[in-house]
């Protein structure tokens, strides 16, 4: 239910997140751009120990995706 | 008194990263993040919300993990009663919010541990990223 709801924000903002069982998903290059200018993360939130770019803030590889494209 | 707007950020923290716990006698709300600039907004958040008048706990788990720990019997019910047991945010407020107010809250979920779940291509050889690969932002909770 909280992803309904957390996929219903996002719809409002005029992105289109894919949803399943257990995920939301941002994955249009438009709306990764949108999420990138109007949403982004909190400043120096790190990615976690577990991932690849550990070391890096979020909104760091949020920018390598959008440079991705 | 604390602003709806207020309200749903602190309402979303507790609804990613958080829990209402405790027995009867003695309702907490904890709080818990990797992230020390999510713990600030956190507490920012309650002290508008409480008006600096609870007390307020942090701590490191076993597996290093900063938790953020309010003791607060008041508070506590009043976000069971705000959320309900399945940890919804507040629908009446989320629906009267306004775009500023949705960007905000998003964004505070969005960065709490777990999510998102950044799947980019990587080649090694060149040491940057694929052009035109499937990148994604993945919201799991």
Do not use: Y
């Not at chain 1, 903002?13 to 438009?30: A, D, F, V």
């Not at chain 2, 713990?39 to 307020?56: M, R, S």
């Amino acid at each position: 239910m909280l992803l309904l709801q957390v996929a219903e924000m996002l719809k409002k903002l005029g992105l289109s997140p894919q949803i399943s069982e257990s995920e939301i998903i941002i994955e249009k290059k438009r709306d990764i751009d949108k999420f990138s200018k109007e949403i982004r993360f909190v400043e120096d939130v790190p990615m976690s120990k577990n991932s690849k770019w550990f070391g890096l803030s979020k909104n760091e590889v949020l920018d390598f995706i959008i440079s991705s494209f | 008194m604390a602003s709806k707007e207020t309200i749903l950020k602190l309402a979303a923290l507790i609804s990613t990263d958080g829990c209402l716990t405790g027995n009867p006698k003695r309702l907490k709300i904890r709080f818990t993040n990797k992230a020390e600039s999510l713990h600030k907004i956190f507490v920012e958040l309650i002290k508008e919300v409480t008006g600096d008048k609870v007390g307020i706990v942090t701590f490191m788990n076993k597996d290093e993990v900063k938790t953020t720990e309010i003791n607060s019997n008041r508070l506590t019910r009043f976000f069971r009663w705000l959320m309900t047991k399945n940890k919804l945010l507040p629908v009446h407020i989320l629906e009267k919010s306004d775009e500023r107010t949705l960007r905000e809250v998003l964004k505070l979920m969005f960065s709490c541990d777990g999510s998102p779940v950044f799947t980019l291509k990587f080649d090694k050889r060149k040491k940057n990223l694929e052009k035109g690969q499937k990148n994604k932002i993945c919201f799991k909770k």
